[in-house]
């Protein structure tokens, strides 16, 4: 069973920037849809990016213009290149594969100071 690993989360400032990578345990090519969730405490959990395997993207309104997902299909990983980070932007951080199933990462604590 292919299961994605999240690594990159931290404190930082706001303003400042984070990379974020989901690493897969094996081939991502059964996968339709990749993506990241975050969930903030007290909050639903909401989309801030997915990319197809043909590469198309979609952002969450409240992240367009400053968060970047990519993937490298040869190292099987999943990027999120987070600029401009504001305090709201708090949360934990799922990755997810889809193929008519979804598997999630364990997430990663991102932390952004006021």
């Known amino acids: 069973q292919v299961l994605p690993v999240e690594s990159g989360g931290g404190l930082v400032q706001a303003g400042g920037s984070l990379k974020l990578s989901c690493a897969a345990s094996?081939?991502?090519?059964?996968?339709?849809?990749m993506g990241w969730y975050r969930q903030a405490p007290g909050k639903q959990r909401e989309l801030v990016a997915s990319?197809?395997?043909?590469?198309?993207?979609n952002y969450g309104n409240s992240v367009k213009g400053r968060f970047t997902i990519s993937k490298d299909n040869a190292k099987n990983t999943v990027y999120l290149q987070m600029n401009s980070l504001k305090p709201e932007d708090t949360a934990v951080y799922y990755c997810?594969?889809?193929?008519?199933?979804?598997?999630w990462g364990r997430g990663t604590q991102v932390t952004v100071s006021s």
């Open positions: 997810y594969f889809r193929a008519g199933y979804d598997r």
């Open positions: 094996g081939s991502i090519f059964q996968f339709n849809a």
């Open positions: 990319i197809s395997i043909s590469g198309t993207r």
